[in-house]
T-cell receptor, first 114, second 113 residues
Framework: KAGVTQTPRYLIKTRGQQVTLSCSPI?????VSWYQQTPGQGLQFLFE???????NKGNFPGRFSGRQFSNSRSEMNVSTLELGDSALYLC?????????????FGPGTRLTVT | DAKTTQPNSMESNEEEPVHLPCNHS???????IHWYRQLPSQGPEYVIH???SNVNNRMASLAIAEDRKSSTLILHRATLRDAAVYYC??????????????FGQGTILTVHP
């Protein structure tokens, strides 16, 4: 079974621009979660989508948004990029049950804002 | 979310067992204990989870204290590939956390040849 894929793997953007990152979950998984990883803050939860609906949201400004499509693929968008948005963005997929199903992470997209 | 406390770093020799501790004194009855690890330049990887009883899988064992205020991840024979950051995470299945995992700083495990 193919794992979680994220595109692009690396991205360089300029302050003020916007960016869209894509995540394809494991086949059959209906939940996609997004995380930001930085050396200073570690891994922080951004949001989770399940069946095209945002089900959970972390403490990030409104510049960070996402969506999920009917095939469970998800995109996250960051508008008006700031230098502090430079990070590794990880998505994870799971079956999405309230119970204990583990999450499977992709390799991440490394975003550099200059 | 209930908080976990882990040592910042641990070291081990190859082929020896490793016991990674985690304290979670404020754990609630509906909190499951999850362990993930992150190898260098990769996304986190699920290792194991449990509620009350000890658990074993092909990767590791999870020993949970009787009062559930602490747990230990056991790698039976460490290999160089096990060098990673190990995260102990509590997930409340009785709440609305669903796909949200709250990561702490984790334990950096170094394995010496």
């Amino acid at each position: 079974k193919a794992g979680v894929t994220q595109t692009p793997r690396y991205l360089i953007k300029t302050r003020g621009q916007q960016v869209t990152l894509s995540c394809s979950p494991i086949s059959g998984h209906r939940s996609v979660s997004w995380y930001q990883q930085t050396p200073g803050q570690g891994l922080q939860f951004l949001f989770e989508y399940f069946s095209e609906t945002q089900r959970n949201k972390g403490n990030f400004p409104g510049r960070f948004s996402g969506r999920q499509f009917s095939n469970s693929r998800s995109e996250m968008n960051v508008s008006t990029l700031e230098l502090g948005d430079s990070a590794l963005y990880l998505c994870a997929s799971s079956l999405g049950s309230r119970l204990v199903y583990e999450q499977y992470f992709g390799p991440g997209t490394r975003l550099t804002v200059t | 979310d209930a908080k976990t406390t882990q040592p910042n770093s641990m070291e081990s020799n190859e082929e020896e067992p490793v016991h990674l501790p985690c304290n979670h004194s404020t754990i609630s009855g509906t909190d499951y204990i999850h362990w993930y690890r992150q190898l260098p330049s990769q996304g986190p990887e699920y290792v194991i989870h449990g509620l009350t009883s000890n658990v074993n899988n092909r990767m590791a064992s999870l020993a949970i204290a009787e009062d559930r205020k602490s747990s230990t991840l056991i790698l039976h024979r460490a290999t160089l590939r096990d060098a990673a950051v190990y995260y102990c995470i509590l997930r409340d299945v009785g709440g609305t956390s669903y796909g949200k995992l709250t990561f702490g700083q984790g334990t950096i495990l170094t394995v010496h040849p």
